[in-house]
């Protein structure tokens, strides 16, 4: 059995209470899905509130966003203002309306038998910060890399695709990220390469 206790996390999600204090009862309790920043904590435990929701935790704002999860006004509100802002952009709104958005995503993250949705798309006209399915694998897209994605971090990078691939990363996310007005910081990536011994 796989264990990711000692797996690194920089985002903390939140689908509602999906579990019954034990297991994992189900994928979500509302359509608001949400990450928050984790910076400050040492210690998972610390988030867990066992009362509300279920604490999610991912690797970093790519895996947030491939989740199917936006972000949180209260704890990283220029983020979430600047996703916000993409949002209107990108689907032509001038008006934000979280419902609508939330149930659109909702559409594009999960489907009736709460499996995952993915679509495809041509790699070269993907932006920085999409995660693609090469090989069966996850993939993290930037300018001209595709770094593989585990929980513990990225390995060695391969040349980006620019053919025809299947996206993780929900449509109107990636519509998003396709502006620039909210995009992805690669500058910190968790690395997780081969030793050179």
């Known amino acids: 059995m796989i264990s990711f206790v000692d797996a690194p996390f920089t985002k903390c999600g939140n689908r509602g209470r999906i579990d019954d204090g034990i297991h994992v009862t189900r994928s979500f309790e509302h359509r608001r899905w949400i990450y928050c920043?984790?910076?400050?904590?040492?210690d998972?435990?610390?988030?867990i509130?066992?009362?509300?929701?279920?604490?999610?935790?991912?690797?970093?704002?790519?895996?947030?966003?491939?989740?199917?999860?936006?972000?949180?006004?209260?704890c990283n509100r220029s983020r979430a203002d600047q996703f916000d802002t993409a949002w209107k952009v990108a689907t032509g709104e001038t008006t934000l309306k979280v419902d609508a958005m939330d149930?659109?995503?909702?559409?594009?993250?999960?489907?009736?038998t709460m499996k995952k949705v993915t679509f495809r798309a041509t790699g070269s006209e993907l932006p920085m910060g999409a995660i693609v399915k090469l090989e069966e694998e996850?993939?993290?897209?930037?300018?001209?890399?595709?770094y593989p994605w585990s929980p513990w971090g990225y390995g060695v990078p391969r040349?980006?695709?620019?053919?025809?691939?299947?996206?993780?990363?929900?449509?109107?996310?990636?519509?998003?990220?396709?502006?620039k007005i909210f995009e992805v910081s690669l500058e910190s990536l968790v690395m997780n390469w081969p030793s050179a011994e």
Request: glycine share 4%; with cysteine; charged share 25%.
């Open 37 to 42: 920043v984790t910076s400050a904590l040492r």
């Open 44 to 47: 998972p435990n610390e988030f």
């Open 49 to 74: 509130n066992g009362r509300t929701f279920t604490d999610l935790f991912f690797l970093d704002e790519a895996t947030a966003l491939a989740a199917g999860h936006r972000p949180c006004h209260q």
């Open 103 to 112: 149930r659109q995503l909702n559409q594009e993250r999960i489907d009736i």
């Open 138 to 146: 996850p993939f993290l897209l930037t300018k001209d890399l595709a």
């Open 159 to 179: 040349e980006r695709p620019v053919g025809d691939v299947e996206v993780l990363t929900p449509l109107s996310t990636v519509r998003v990220l396709q502006t």
